[in-house]
Structure formats: C-alpha cells, structure tokens
Nanobody, 118 residues
Framework: VQLQASGGGLVQSGGSLKLSCTTS????????MAWYRQAPGQERETVAV???????IYAASVQGRFTISRDNARNTVYLQMNSLKPDDTAVYYC?????????????WGQGTQVTVSS
C-alpha cells in the first residue's frame, strides 16, 4: 500500500497550492480520505475529510479557503488551498481509512511540506 503525497512548496501569503495524494494497493473508492497537517511543535490536526459519497467537512480554520476532492478513477485525493496564510505552514499528510471486520483499517502518506511566507 502506498499513499504518495505531492504538490507542497513555498508560496507567499495569499497564494494557492494544490496537493495531490495518489494511492495504490487499496480499494480507493471504499476509503474515507483526509488531509491532516502538523506544524513544528504542534499536534497533528485534521484539515479536511471526504467520505465515499464525496461529502466533505473542514476544520474551521480552513473553511472557505480549502477544498478537498477525490477522483476515484485516478485513486487520488486533492486539497486545493487558496488564500494561504503563514499559519497554514505545516507538513501535510494524506490519510485513508475504512471499516473492515469491525475495525478501522488505515494508512498514512509520507507528508509534503507547505511553507507560506508573510
């Protein structure tokens, strides 16, 4: 199983980035997908989640600026990030989870760095 995140980089405040996470080895359409982030010295936090029915929820801090989407044909989840702020600086991780046999089966991607300069 692989979750390959990409698209991070350095951007100025107010700019945009689009993250991608391409998966292999899982039945992607059966998994709820999410993006998390972790800034230095802080705990990992949920950024956005999209379920198998394409229903999305967002952290309050990114609501209205970020959009999560998925393409089941490409086994890929995306995070479009607009109006970026320095507080969005973090390593962003993709996450896949499903229930199987009464327990969660989950996988993490390797992370991609997003740095927003002021």
């Amino acid at each position: 199983v692989q979750l390959q995140a990409s698209g991070g980089g350095l951007v100025q405040s107010g700019g945009s980035l689009k993250l991608s996470c391409t998966t292999s080895g899982i039945a992607f359409n059966l998994y709820r997908m999410a993006w998390y982030r972790q800034a230095p010295g802080q705990e990992r936090e949920t950024v956005a989640v999209i379920d198998t029915g394409h229903v999305a929820i967002y952290a309050a801090s990114v609501q209205g600026r970020f959009t999560i989407s998925r393409d089941n044909a490409r086994n890929t989840v995306y995070l479009q990030m607009n109006s970026l702020k320095p507080d969005d600086t973090a390593v962003y991780y993709c996450y896949a989870v499903r229930q199987r046999g009464g327990r969660d089966v989950d996988y993490w991607g390797q992370g991609t760095q997003v740095t927003v300069s002021s």
